[in-house]
């Protein structure tokens, strides 16, 4: 039995030789080789951890060594184009996406007359797109402000931004206060938009707008003062704007 040193299995052959020394009186010894091939028994490597955004597909970057063949696996719902090619693409599942996560896994075969399959795995993160809400459509009077309480997910940063000319106690929070500008409070109407963006390598940023509507303050002129006589009558000639009802 013969068992191979590491040289051997580094370079791959070795020749063994069998030696028969003769009987006396005959002196002429003979030997022969015979060469014993060692094969390597196979290596994989599935690449680095990586993420991907939700709807886009992930080319796998995996490695072998000493493999007589490969095959892909994976603990999630995805698909793969080809799972015996080692630069296989990976589509995310409904599964894959929600969850946040999968693991893809190559398995190496090795070549006879070894027979115990080597496997390595990856982890492939899925970020999900941003979205948004920048709250409900609303009223306010001319002389209040709007304090605003939107909502997002799955975002980087965020920030509001006016049709107007109003300005925000702040611009980059989800909750803030809208105080209306002269040219808001003129046209009676603004629209206030919430932008969240994108986690990398997501490049998709999300917007929602809501329209505050300012109402004016009423307005009135009861007319010039006037004289008549006590057996007269006085026919008022009033105005008024923005107002529900007289008295």
């Known amino acids: 039995v013969y068992s191979p040193g590491t040289n051997d299995i580094s370079i791959g052959i070795v020749t063994l030789t069998l030696y028969a020394n003769a009987i006396s009186p005959c002196t002429s010894s003979t030997t022969d080789n015979m060469i014993l091939e060692v094969r390597k028994l196979p290596s994989a490597n599935a690449g680095a951890d990586a993420t991907v955004c939700s709807g886009n597909s992930f080319t796998l970057s995996g490695s072998t060594q000493n493999a007589c063949g490969v095959f892909w696996t994976k603990t999630g719902d995805g698909t793969f184009n080809n799972t015996a090619l080692l630069n296989a693409i990976y589509t995310p599942g409904p599964n894959d996406i929600t969850t946040g996560s999968v693991s893809l896994c190559l398995r190496a075969f090795p070549c006879n007359p070894c027979s115990v399959n080597i496997t ?24 209040q402000t709007k304090t605003l309480a939107g909502t997002a997910a799955n975002y980087s940063t965020l920030f509001w931004t006016t049709s107007g000319d109003g300005t925000f106690s702040s611009s980059s929070s989800l909750t803030t206060v809208y105080s209306p500008g002269t040219t808001d409070i003129s046209i009676g109407s603004v629209a206030l938009t919430l932008t969240a963006n994108a986690i990398s390598p997501c490049t998709v940023n999300s917007t929602d707008n809501l329209v505050l509507t300012i109402q004016k303050l009423p307005t009135t002129n009861a007319g010039a003062d006037a004289t008549i006589c006590q057996n007269d009558t006085k026919t008022l000639s009033g105005n008024a704007s923005n107002y529900l009802s007289l008295l």
Do not use: H, M
């Not at 390595?120 to 009223?139: E, H, R």
């Open 120 to 143: 390595d795995c990856t982890t492939l993160f899925i970020s999900k797109n941003p979205t948004v809400n920048a709250g409900v459509d609303a009223t306010i009077c001319e002389n």
